[in-house]
């Protein structure tokens, strides 16, 4: 099993930037892939990217590629999310995700493929 705690929303002007962070503990090594998503109020949780640890893959959403950048902390087992640029449209509670199972891209961007999520932390975006 695996617990992911996230941190480091906030509110910002656009044009800012903000960090987050994702502690993960527990099985940590039985992690396949790590994510990010989003979430609007009364929208559907959006993909914003996600890294295989074991390969370094990444792939990130149009919407954030060139603005946003994951990387991680082997030694503290955290995941961050690098968000510069920041647009009122990135406005939504932001998860951290976990897959134990390998994703093909096309699977890594569905929520319901993954098995562990943080509680969520909010970013607003002023204009």
């Known amino acids: 099993q695996v617990q992911l705690v996230e941190s480091g929303g906030g509110l910002v002007q656009a044009g800012g930037s903000l960090r987050l962070s994702c502690a993960a503990s527990?099985?940590?090594?039985?992690?396949?892939?790590m994510g990010w998503f989003r979430q609007a109020p009364g929208k559907e949780r959006e993909f914003v990217v996600v890294?295989?640890?074991?390969?370094?893959?990444?792939y990130y959403a149009d919407s954030v590629k060139g603005r946003f950048t994951i990387s991680r902390d082997n030694a503290k087992n955290t995941v961050y999310l690098q968000m510069n640029s920041l647009k009122p449209e990135d406005t939504a509670v932001y998860y951290c995700?976990?897959?134990?199972?390998?994703?093909?891209?096309?699977?890594?961007?569905?929520?319901?493929?993954?098995?562990?999520w943080g509680q969520g932390t909010q970013v607003t975006v002023a204009s």
């Open positions: 995700a976990a897959s134990e199972e390998p994703l093909p891209l096309t699977l890594a961007t569905i929520p319901g493929e993954y098995d562990y």
């Open positions: 527990g099985r940590t090594f039985s992690t396949y892939a």
């Open positions: 890294n295989s640890y074991r390969t370094g893959r990444t």
